[in-house]
C-alpha cells in the first residue's frame, strides 16, 4: 500500500563526521579462529606463514591495568586502541566484547575480525580527551538500544513510517545484528567473487578458491568452508593463473589479489575501518580496483553496520522512495528516463536528509516497501 506525504520535504544539509582521534577500540584474541585459518596442506605448499600481529597502543584516558597476562604485543600506533585478551573484560565494564557497548550512526557498529590474526575488534565509544574530568563514553548510545532510538527517530521525522516499522523488524541493527562477527577481507572478496554471476555460481567459485588453500578439505563436503578462507597475504602471494584456476575470471583474480595486498600491506585494517569517517571508508575502498560506489554502500551498511548510508543509485531503493511519496510504479516501469526513471537523484537525496543520521534504516525500510530481498544483499 502506498505511503502518501502530506507536504513536500525540505533539505537539511550535514556536514560529513570527521574521524576522532578520541574514538576506542575494544579488542579481544580468538585462538581458536587463528588455528582454523591457513590450513596446511593446500595446493600452495608448505608450511603457512607466520600470521601478521596488528599493532597496538594504550589509550588515552588514564591507564588501567590489563587483566590476564597473555594479550597481543603492544607496539606504537594510532591512539585510542583498547586491548582486551579472549574471555577477560573490558577496562571499567563488565561486558564481553560481543556483549552491549557503545555504538555510533558514523563509525562501524559491527565487531571486525582481523583476516590476518583473527583478532576480534569493536568500536567502544568516543572518550573525553585527556585531562578533563569525564572518563566514561561521551554518547548514551548503544548497540542494545540504537536500533530502537533510530526507529523512533524515523517516526518522529514521518509518523506514518510508523506501519512498516511495527510491521518489519530491522534484525540488521538490533543487538543480535550487531554481536555477528564480520571479517571484512571475505565479505569484500565474496563481492567481488559475486558481480556478474549468479548465487550458485559465485558459491561454487567460493568455495573451489578456498580450496585452493586447503586441498586436505574434502571438496564433495556440505559444510560451509567460510571459516577456511584464505589470508590477505596467502592470497597476495598467490600468482594470477593459480586464482583462476577456482573458476575466477582475469580481472576478478586480479582484483581480488589487489584487495589482499592492500590489507596485506596495512592500506586496510579493521582499525582504520571501524574508526574512519563513512567519506573516508568510501575514499579508500572504492580506490581498490573491483570495488564500485554501490559496493562499498552495501558493504558499510549490512557489512559494517554504519547506519548513515544512503544509495540512491539502487534501483530497490528509488522504486521504494518512488511508492513512500506516493507514485504509482507500475505505471512507471514502461516510461523512459534511464538511470533516474523512478525518481531524481535530488529528491531522493532532499528526502532522505530529514532521516540523517539514520538513513541506512530508512533505506532499510524503503526496500521493505516494494519487498526488495534483503537478505540476498548480505551474502
Given at each position: 500500500?502506498?505511503?502518501?506525504?502530506?507536504?513536500?520535504?525540505?533539505?537539511?544539509?550535514?556536514?560529513?563526521?570527521?574521524p576522532?582521534?578520541?574514538?576506542?577500540?575494544?579488542?579481544?584474541?580468538?585462538?581458536?579462529?587463528?588455528?582454523?585459518?591457513?590450513?596446511?596442506?593446500?595446493?600452495?605448499?608448505?608450511n603457512?606463514?607466520?600470521l601478521?600481529?596488528?599493532?597496538?597502543?594504550?589509550?588515552?584516558?588514564?591507564?588501567?591495568?590489563?587483566?590476564?597476562?597473555?594479550?597481543?604485543?603492544?607496539?606504537?600506533?594510532?591512539?585510542?586502541?583498547?586491548?582486551?585478551?579472549?574471555?577477560?573484560?573490558?577496562?571499567?565494564?563488565?561486558?564481553?566484547?560481543?556483549?552491549?557497548r557503545?555504538?555510533?550512526?558514523?563509525?562501524?557498529?559491527?565487531?571486525?575480525?582481523?583476516?590476518?590474526?583473527?583478532?576480534?575488534?569493536?568500536y567502544?565509544?568516543?572518550?573525553?580527551?585527556?585531562?578533563?574530568?569525564?572518563?566514561?563514553?561521551?554518547?548514551?548510545?548503544?548497540?542494545?538500544?540504537?536500533?530502537?532510538?533510530?526507529?523512533?527517530?524515523?517516526v518522529?521525522?514521518?509518523?506514518?513510517?510508523?506501519?512498516?516499522?511495527?510491521?518489519?523488524?530491522?534484525?540488521?541493527?538490533?543487538?543480535e545484528?550487531?554481536?555477528?562477527?564480520?571479517?571484512?577481507?571475505v565479505?569484500?572478496?565474496?563481492?567481488?567473487?559475486?558481480q556478474?554471476?549468479?548465487?550458485?555460481?559465485?558459491?561454487?567459485?567460493?568455495?573451489?578458491?578456498?580450496?585452493?588453500?586447503n586441498?586436505?578439505?574434502?571438496?564433495?563436503?556440505?559444510?560451509?568452508?567460510?571459516?577456511?578462507?584464505?589470508?590477505?597475504?596467502?592470497?597476495?602471494?598467490?600468482?594470477?593463473?593459480?586464482?583462476?584456476?577456482?573458476?575466477?575470471?582475469?580481472?576478478?583474480?586480479?582484483?581480488?589479489?589487489?584487495l589482499?595486498?592492500?590489507?596485506?600491506?596495512?592500506?586496510?585494517?579493521?582499525?582504520?575501518?571501524?574508526?574512519?569517517?563513512?567519506?573516508?571508508?568510501?575514499?579508500?575502498?572504492?580506490?581498490?580496483?573491483?570495488?564500485g560506489?554501490?559496493?562499498?554502500?552495501?558493504?558499510?551498511?549490512?557489512?559494517?553496520?554504519?547506519?548513515?548510508?544512503?544509495?540512491?543509485?539502487?534501483?530497490?531503493?528509488?522504486?521504494?522512495?518512488?511508492?513512500?511519496?506516493?507514485?504509482?510504479?507500475?505505471?512507471?516501469?514502461?516510461?523512459?528516463?534511464?538511470?533516474?526513471?523512478?525518481?531524481?537523484?535530488?529528491?531522493?537525496?532532499?528526502?532522505?536528509?530529514?532521516?540523517?543520521?539514520?538513513?541506512?534504516?530508512?533505506?532499510?525500510?524503503?526496500?521493505?516497501?516494494?519487498?526488495?530481498?534483503?537478505?540476498?544483499?548480505?551474502?
Amino acid at each position: 500500500m502506498a505511503l502518501r506525504r502530506s507536504a513536500r520535504v525540505n533539505a537539511i544539509s550535514r556536514p560529513p563526521v570527521p574521524p576522532s582521534k578520541e574514538d576506542q577500540i575494544v579488542e579481544k584474541v580468538e585462538p581458536n579462529r587463528v588455528a582454523k585459518r591457513g590450513r596446511a596442506g593446500g595446493k600452495m605448499g608448505g608450511n603457512p606463514k607466520p600470521l601478521m600481529t596488528e599493532t597496538v597502543s594504550s589509550p588515552s584516558t588514564p591507564k588501567r591495568k590489563r587483566n590476564g597476562a597473555l594479550g597481543p604485543p603492544k607496539t606504537p600506533t594510532g591512539a585510542g586502541l583498547m586491548s582486551v585478551p579472549h574471555g577477560s573484560r573490558i577496562a571499567g565494564n563488565d561486558s564481553p566484547i560481543s556483549a552491549n557497548r557503545p555504538a555510533d550512526p558514523h563509525r562501524t557498529n559491527a565487531p571486525l575480525v582481523s583476516p590476518e590474526t583473527s583478532r576480534v575488534v569493536a568500536y567502544a565509544g568516543r572518550q573525553a580527551p585527556s585531562g578533563t574530568k569525564a572518563t566514561g563514553p561521551l554518547s548514551t548510545r548503544t548497540t542494545e538500544n540504537i536500533l530502537e532510538g533510530a526507529c523512533a527517530h524515523l517516526v518522529n521525522v514521518d509518523p506514518t513510517l510508523k506501519h512498516v516499522i511495527d510491521k518489519h523488524h530491522c534484525r540488521i541493527f538490533s543487538s543480535e545484528g550487531l554481536a555477528e562477527e564480520i571479517d571484512p577481507f571475505v565479505t569484500l572478496s565474496s563481492s567481488i567473487i559475486s558481480q556478474q554471476v549468479s548465487g550458485q555460481a559465485a558459491r561454487s567459485i567460493k568455495r573451489k578458491f578456498i580450496l585452493l588453500f586447503n586441498s586436505d578439505l574434502a571438496a564433495d563436503s556440505d559444510e560451509d568452508l567460510s571459516k577456511y578462507f584464505p589470508t590477505p597475504s596467502q592470497v597476495a602471494a598467490c600468482d594470477l593463473a593459480t586464482l583462476r584456476t577456482a573458476g575466477l575470471s582475469g580481472r576478478k583474480a586480479e582484483y581480488i589479489q589487489g584487495l589482499a595486498q592492500k590489507f596485506a600491506s596495512g592500506e586496510l585494517s579493521t582499525e582504520m575501518l571501524i574508526k574512519a569517517s563513512d567519506e573516508e571508508v568510501m575514499e579508500k575502498l572504492i580506490a581498490v580496483r573491483g570495488l564500485g560506489r554501490w559496493s562499498v554502500e552495501m558493504f558499510s551498511c549490512f557489512g559494517l553496520k554504519r547506519m548513515d548510508i544512503f544509495s540512491t543509485g539502487d534501483l530497490g531503493v528509488q522504486r521504494g522512495m518512488a511508492t513512500y511519496v506516493g507514485k504509482d510504479v507500475s505505471k512507471m516501469k514502461a516510461k523512459g528516463g534511464g538511470k533516474w526513471k523512478y525518481m531524481p537523484e535530488k529528491d531522493m537525496l532532499e528526502i532522505s536528509a530529514k532521516f540523517a543520521p539514520y538513513r541506512s534504516l530508512f533505506m532499510w525500510y524503503m526496500w521493505r516497501i516494494e519487498n526488495v530481498d534483503v537478505e540476498a544483499m548480505q551474502k
